[in-house]
């Protein structure tokens, strides 16, 4: 739940992790007060906008993405989602004077705002892509690991530092770190609250790729344009399948496969993609209607 006091300490650790600009992804924009919407080329951008802060989480800015990813789900024109930051801040977890003297339990703001916000994403049935363009601390730092796909500028920083203020890593963080590093490195980093900059993120593989600032947001864009061409449905039934084998055996991942597999062969697209393969062109994915 917590990274920062309305990102302050964040801010004294990492004043140089941040891309100067700010995001410049989507062509059409919109905005509700804390999330940016963006969309092109079937990339729907939500850029997270309390940039003074670091963009610190408050209940505000939580809903306002679940909504959000919700929307982009059900939007057959959305194919791939990237989540970001404006300002020099991914995000900078849990803005504490959001909370301060709140009559909530640390367990009801968690099952409110965060564990909603996590599973919706996780098991959103499109492409999501973590563009961590800045600092990722806290809860801030599960949403940077939460996605998909996690891209990365070059100054920008992670650190779980939960135990500066003696509390547990939260927001999944202890679900999806020790499957990216192990139990122990995860230990360790959450532990000593550790900072991660890009170079060791990307040798830990807590990112695919690494971007400089001043390409980054492009770099993000052509990116998601790449998945976004892919197709739709066999990525959606291969998130599933992925997801299910983080907690199955092998024989129930070979069910699920099997299962996922007929779903995906009677799909338009696997036509299509054996028709290019035959008459030696590139396989068409996107249709106009969606």
Not at 119 to 145: H, W
Not at 154 to 168: D, G, K, Y
Not at 175 to 181: A, E, G
Request: some cysteine; overall charge negative.
């Amino acid at each position: 739940m917590t990274g920062t006091d309305a990102g302050a300490e964040a801010a004294s650790l990492f004043t140089r992790a941040s891309v100067a600009d700010g995001p410049r992804y989507a062509g059409t924009m919109s905005q509700d007060s804390v999330i940016l919407h963006g969309t092109r080329a079937g990339v729907r951008t939500l850029t997270l906008n309390r940039p003074d802060k670091l963009n610190a989480a408050n209940d505000e800015l939580l809903l306002s993405l679940t909504t959000a990813l919700q929307a982009a789900e059900a939007d057959d024109t959305v194919r791939v989602v990237v989540i970001t930051g404006a300002g020099r801040g991914f995000c900078a977890g849990q803005d504490l004077g959001d909370v301060s003297g709140r009559n909530m339990t640390f367990t009801e703001h968690l099952n409110h705002t965060y564990n909603p916000l996590i599973r919706t994403l996780r098991g959103l049935n499109k492409p999501v892509i973590s563009a961590v363009n800045g600092v990722a601390a806290g809860a801030g730092a599960s949403l940077a690991l939460a996605g998909d796909i996690r891209l990365w500028a070059q100054s920008a920083r992670l650190i779980e530092i939960f135990s500066n203020i003696a509390l547990v890593p939260d927001s999944g963080s202890t679900w999806l770190l020790p499957r990216l590093v192990g139990y122990h490195r995860a230990f360790e980093l959450m532990a000593l609250a550790e900072r991660v900059d890009a170079a060791e993120a990307l040798r830990l593989g807590l990112c695919e790729h690494v971007y400089p600032d001043g390409t980054f947001a492009d770099e993000v864009q052509a990116y998601a344009e790449r998945l976004a061409a892919r197709p739709a449905n066999a990525l959606k039934l291969t998130k599933q399948a992925l997801n299910a084998a983080l907690t199955s055996t092998l024989d129930d991942a070979l069910d699920q496969e099997a299962a996922l597999q007929q779903l995906a062969g009677d799909h338009w697209e696997h036509r299509e993609g054996v028709s290019a393969f035959k008459e030696k062109r590139a396989p068409q994915f996107v249709r106009e209607n969606g």
